[in-house]
């Protein structure tokens, strides 16, 4: 499809297990953004890509949030020893970047729920 | 820190009336948006306003930005189950990388 990609829809993890979070940008965008969301509010930066390069990630909550893109395209976002304070909807989306305001492009989320 | 709060934080009304949500902060943004979303979706993009007091009108939704660029209103005329949704409004930081600070938002309920 050509819309932002996200697997799984669904993950449920143990306390303590560690997660990795699939995001597929539209092709040819530039910039990539994940985003934290909890029910029924709005999405909370966590970390932003210009292609490869991680250039704002002061929204990541602890050293447990790691965030990549190695090749400029297909993002991972991992959380390691997961704690029940994790459990969200994690929001991928991505942009031309080719002006100032482009639109951004969101994927459907993964659900996250740490027991 | 930017905060971008949004009132009501829940609606919920009959088919055919008139609503408006409201977005305000004590920071300036260089432009605002205004996303819908469903449950199970992503958030999506309805407008864009990036001058001071435009006022933009989307079908039976106008959107104005403040003068002051902090603040912003939705209203939707003659509302239809359709309009369901969590309405997030989300200002651009202006910093490196633009990136968008999201309101706290407002789920709507439309029942027939």
């Given at each position: ?25 539209i ?35 602890s ?53 | ?5 949004q ?24 432009s ?73 938002g ?7």
């Amino acid at each position: 499809g050509a819309g932002v990609s996200q697997s799984p829809r669904y993950k449920v993890a143990k306390r303590g297990q560690d997660v990795a979070l699939r995001c597929d940008p539209i092709s040819g965008h530039v910039s990539l953004f994940w985003y934290q969301q909890a029910l029924g509010q709005g999405p909370e930066f966590l970390t932003y890509f210009q292609n490869e390069a991680q250039l704002d990630k002061s929204g990541l909550p602890s050293d447990r949030f790691f965030a990549e893109r190695p090749e400029g395209s297909v993002s991972t976002l991992k959380i390691q020893r997961t704690q029940q304070e994790d459990s969200a909807v994690y929001l991928c989306a991505s942009s031309s970047g080719k002006r100032r305001i482009s639109p951004l492009h969101f994927g459907n989320g993964t659900r996250l729920t740490v027991t | 820190t930017q905060l971008l709060e949004q009132s009501p934080q829940f609606l919920s009304i009959q088919e055919g009336e008139n609503l408006t949500v409201y977005c305000n902060s004590s920071s300036v943004f260089s432009s605002l948006q205004w996303y819908r979303q469903e449950p199970g979706e992503g958030p999506v993009l309805l407008v864009t306003v990036v001058t001071g007091g435009e006022v933009k009108k989307l079908k039976r939704l106008t959107f104005q930005f403040g003068d002051a660029r902090k603040d912003s209103s939705l209203h939707i005329t003659a509302a239809q189950p359709g309009d369901t949704g969590l309405y997030l409004c989300a200002g651009a930081d202006g910093g490196a990388t633009n990136k968008l600070i999201f309101g706290t938002g407002t789920l709507l309920a439309v029942q027939p």
